[in-house]
């Protein structure tokens, strides 16, 4: 019987992890149709920027309520963590709390995880509490509706699933030890654990025969680790990837002043043969170095493709928070353009390019794009590029890049700015500023009165 | 007001054969928008004040092509700033001051990578560093105890981490500086960045710097303070969208350091 529980364990974490680490190599495989772009460079920097960031959460508490309550939950996510290795080594080997060998100290990391546990407990409370009865803009935007909103919500009530499984599995465990029960009791006489929270519980349990207790300690703690394996599993379907990926996500990040966008160095090339006076006009265009053959990439973005790994990254990494878009200015006022949605948009997109590729060995074209399909040009023109949105993200994400490539595919390729705009852009080429003014009078300032 | 102000041009430094001590940028905004102009001329007059050996590049100044670049044009931006590092470079310009937060950004930011380097200086950070040397001295007079709120310029705040400057001249007026709720990195905008000031907005159900003075109206100001002739024209107009121009102002601060000065 023990063997078989082994057995079954060791099954069932393969499994978990098998597709988890297939999951994570399609979304590997995904980020990777994206164009690349080096951000390798000052790695001192960007290893402070996520140990300041990611680890040490400093965005999140910039928001104070929404923000500790997410620190506290992150805390006992990552600490509880460490029960797991426990879990798992005593699922493998049949063993009964391995490490409880270390006496004194295992018992305050047991009191502790309990105590965080709980803690875990009333802050997914509260969260639901935000989402679902307070209203609170972000989480009720129109984004937000069917599988974002649902999704949001299973997280929650699986993380109080998990926790209330955690602490009734401890109960059971310490009656039993209690029980001086074989297998559970430590032959020392001393008890497995501390349980500061779980032993509350104990007047539920009370009058329970030691199998009983055995069924439940084992119901709850084979839920528990299977629940585990799920929920690893649910990330890749979730928002929640930030948990792991909220981390390569901002040390891959701009760390360049967020006003500073980057120079195209095709558009460089031509405009500096343009502006040559050797250059031959009757040449044969030269190959351009570093293309797929007879193709010349495009300026700008209309896919996914031609956004860089980076921005993909983003879109994996994107909580759904949506303290983006509470604090654009476009979205403020009423327009359609969420930066939230267009990361949104920019994972469903992937997503469904990655179903594609997953179905016929490679992409097929599907007659549909990111642009228009997903994102519409009312949105791209909205934003005031003013970095909010970069701003406010608690793990630097980039929404205002992605809608900067939109508009540079939509002025260079299609010539489809507004028509105002492009009066305003034919003034600065013909007189070099963007109203219609000579050049000449540029100067007449300083002897006007 | 036939006022006196000596605004040299580089073409006429180079005939003289000197170099100036900075070149200030004017832009487009300040050389033909009635209301910037009054800033441009403003800050001469304290360049003129501080004994600041400046020259302007006149009529060989051209759009530096940020709204290009925002809006998505990089072929009209790199063709205006490869005419723009033409000039500057053969000028050998060092250091650059300008009152505008869009050209201070693409300066300092955009044009090194096409071979421009400059030491770029937004006239905020240059004013102070010319009360620091002493080459110019700050009284309250005028606006001294006067409820004041700056609007941080996108690019020249959350863009590129400048938030004191500013903050420290207003100080120096000795005005009674009043923070809005959104302001410093989570300053909203004014609406006019990325090429908004040159199309009508998408639709919705406010425009973006009627939303933002309401904001600024909130503290209560005399002055509402700006740093950007954009910004300026979008809380000008939202100040009168609000029908409140008649208490309360919009100054740059070069304006209000001028003002208080009597120039």
């Known amino acids: ?449 | 007001m036939a006022e006196n102000i000596k605004v040299p041009t580089m073409a006429e430094y180079m005939a003289e054969g000197k170099k100036p001590e900075v070149l200030f940028w004017v832009g487009c905004s300040g050389s033909f928008d009635d209301r910037a102009k009054k800033i441009t001329k403003a800050f001469v007059r304290l360049l003129n004040r501080a004994n600041v050996d400046f020259a302007v590049l006149g009529t060989e100044e051209s759009c530096t092509g940020d709204p290009a670049k925002r809006a998505g044009n990089e072929f009209l931006y790199q063709m205006q700033a490869a005419g723009n590092i033409e000039v500057l470079n053969g000028y050998e310009i060092k250091k650059i001051v300008t009152t505008c937060p869009h050209c201070f950004n693409i300066m300092k930011n955009e044009y090194p990578g096409l071979g421009g380097n400059y030491e770029v200086m937004h006239h905020t950070t240059f004013l102070k560093s010319l009360l620091e040397e002493g080459r110019l001295t700050v009284e309250g007079g005028k606006f001294k105890g006067k409820r004041i709120t700056f609007h941080d310029p996108c690019y020249l705040g959350r863009g590129n981490g400048i938030y004191e400057a500013p903050r420290d001249l207003l100080r120096k007026l000795e005005v009674e500086l009043v923070e809005m709720k959104r302001c410093k990195k989570d300053a909203m905008c004014c609406g006019a960045g990325g090429a908004q000031m040159f199309k009508e907005p998408e639709p919705g159900k406010e425009d973006v710097n009627v939303a933002r003075t309401e904001q600024a109206i909130e503290v209560k100001p005399e002055v509402i303070a700006a740093g950007c002739p954009f910004c300026n024209t979008m809380m000008t107009d939202g100040v009168k969208a609000k029908n409140r121009e008649d208490n309360i102002a919009v100054m740059d601060i070069a304006e209000m350091i001028a003002t208080a000065e009597d120039l």
């Open chain 1, 1 to 449: 019987m023990q063997i078989l529980a082994q057995i079954v364990f060791i099954l069932a974490l393969a499994i978990g992890i098998g597709i988890f680490v297939r999951n994570i190599r399609r979304m590997i495989r995904n980020i990777k149709l994206g164009r690349e772009i080096d951000r390798t460079d000052n790695p001192g920097a960007r290893w402070r920027k996520m140990a300041k960031i990611a680890l040490g959460q400093y965005k999140m508490v910039r928001r104070p309520v929404s923000g500790i309550v997410h620190v506290i939950v992150y805390i006992g996510f990552i600490i509880i963590n460490i029960e797991v290795l426990e879990i798992i080594i005593d699922g493998i080997f049949g063993t009964h709390r391995i490490f409880a060998f270390a006496g004194e100290p295992y018992r305050y990391l047991i009191g502790a995880f309990e105590i965080l546990a709980l803690l875990v407990l009333l802050g997914v409370i509260i969260f639901w509490i935000r989402r679902n009865v307070m209203n609170i803009y972000r989480f009720r935007a129109r984004e937000i509706t069917s599988w974002p909103k649902n999704d949001a919500n299973y997280i929650l009530y699986f993380e109080m699933v998990l926790m209330t499984l955690f602490l009734v599995m401890n109960a059971a465990d310490y009656q039993l030890q209690l029980n001086l029960a074989p297998h559970y009791a430590m032959t020392s006489g001393e008890i497995a654990g501390a349980f500061p929270v779980s032993s509350f519980l104990l007047p539920l349990l009370d009058g329970f025969s030691n199998s009983t207790l055995i069924i439940i300690e084992r119901t709850a703690w084979w839920l528990h680790i299977l629940g585990i394996l799920f929920f690893l599993n649910y990330l890749y379907y979730s928002k929640h990837l930030h948990i792991l990926l909220a981390f390569p996500n901002v040390y891959y990040s701009k760390i360049r002043p967020k006003a500073e966008f980057d120079n195209i160095d095709a558009v460089t090339k031509e405009v500096q043969l343009m502006m040559d006076p050797d250059t031959d006009p009757f040449a044969a265009p030269a190959e351009p170095e570093g293309e797929a053959e007879g193709e010349p990439a495009k300026f700008g973005a209309s896919d996914i493709f031609d956004l860089n790994t980076v921005q993909l990254l983003n879109s994996y990494t994107c909580t759904e928070c949506g303290r983006c878009t509470d604090q654009c200015p476009a979205n403020n006022t009423g327009k359609l353009l969420s930066p939230r949605k267009i990361m949104m948009d920019t994972r469903d997109r992937l997503e469904e390019v990655g179903e594609n590729i997953n179905k016929n060995g490679k992409f097929v074209d599907d007659g549909k794009q990111l642009l228009d399909d997903y994102i519409q040009r009312e949105e791209i023109w909205a934003c005031t590029t003013c970095q909010m949105c970069v701003e406010a993200c608690p793990v630097g994400i980039d929404p205002m890049s992605i809608i900067v490539e939109m508009r540079r595919y939509l002025m260079m390729e299609q010539s489809a700015g507004p028509a105002d705009l492009n009066n305003a852009l034919s003034n600065i080429e013909n007189n070099g500023a963007p109203w219609p003014y000579n050049q000449m009078d540029r100067l007449n300032w300083a002897t006007e009165n």
